[in-house]
């Protein structure tokens, strides 16, 4: 699926109990990973979109989403657990002395 073509509410937003979702914005030099989560049970994500833009109206604007907060939402939902994880970098144009293992 070429995510830059694709509408949120299109998408299959099921998740399965156990699934890990990460959780990622931006392009280019600006993308980045937010967070890794585990469901706590089977949902799906486009139903919580829709309940956090219902309360939050201004969100749905463009260049309004902000990504920490719909992130916290998730979580105080009780669907979700952070999961903690470490990046393994595998360098860039494929120079093997640009791997690294970061820490937090």
Known sequence: MNIKNCNWKDMDGSVKEGELLLLSKGEYSDYGIETL??????????????SYLIQHPECSKKYSFEADQFISYLLHSGSFDLVDYREFYLGSYNDIEDIELYKE
């Open 37 to 50: 989560l585990r469901a706590t049970h089977d949902c799906d994500v486009k139903d919580y979109i829709n």
